[in-house]
């Protein structure tokens, strides 16, 4: 059980972090006899320090490599998107790539909504609650144009680099919980405007919710009323501004080590 002090200590850093004073409390609290891992935020900095070789050293391990040539080869050989999706490998590395790999296993929606138009409102890809769809389906286009983006051999290298860009961030969780979302989010923070893009993303609902402390129960009520208590904590035009993201990424990674360890901050911004 973690001591009283303990997380008491994890409070205090959780609200220093919101004054930008976090940094020294970090050390204090992961060298404390409480604390179990290493300190998250020196994680982040090395990772993000060390992210390009990382991300070619993950390509050439056996399995990514094997799947990435298997992607490539279904793209050759696929008459149309249905027929590439139908080939597991390659559905999973165009769908983790592209934020998606929670979702390799379900072909049949994969295929409907990503040859939906998203330029019609009443297309299935336009009414999923994960946006992530919605921009796949824009940034390849396969209801107008097929596979001819994706065949592409620049478009097949940012496929190909962004797997294994995922596949690196998800093996760093092992050490550090959480520290894959927090690579993604410092990223794509700036692209949420609003708490319904928020909680759309499952990369930026993670992130968020947990840095402001709000429950995971919290799926269970109207979308709206997840809005107001995301709205209610943050100030979301702040996500515009890097040095507050990057603030809230660590606030993020303290948080997930936090409840990692079995301490929980409670903590509403």
Known sequence: MISINAASTA???LQAMNTGSGTDLVATLYSSPAATGGNPVDALKNAV????KGIADEAKQPEVARDIAAFRKAVANAKDLPSLLADPAARKVLLTANGLGDQTDYTALATKALTSDPAKSDSLVNKLSDT???TMAKTYDFANEGLAVLKKPSVLDTVASGYAEVMWRQSLDASTPGLSYAL????RASTAKSAYQILGDATLREVVTTALGIPKEIAYQSIDAQAKAITDRLDITKLQDPKFVEQFTRRYLVAASAAGSGQSSGLVV
């Open 184 to 187: 993604d989010f410092r990223t």
């Open 49 to 52: 320090k060390n992210e390009a």
């Open 132 to 134: 992530q769809w919605l």
């Open 11 to 13: 409070l205090s850093l």
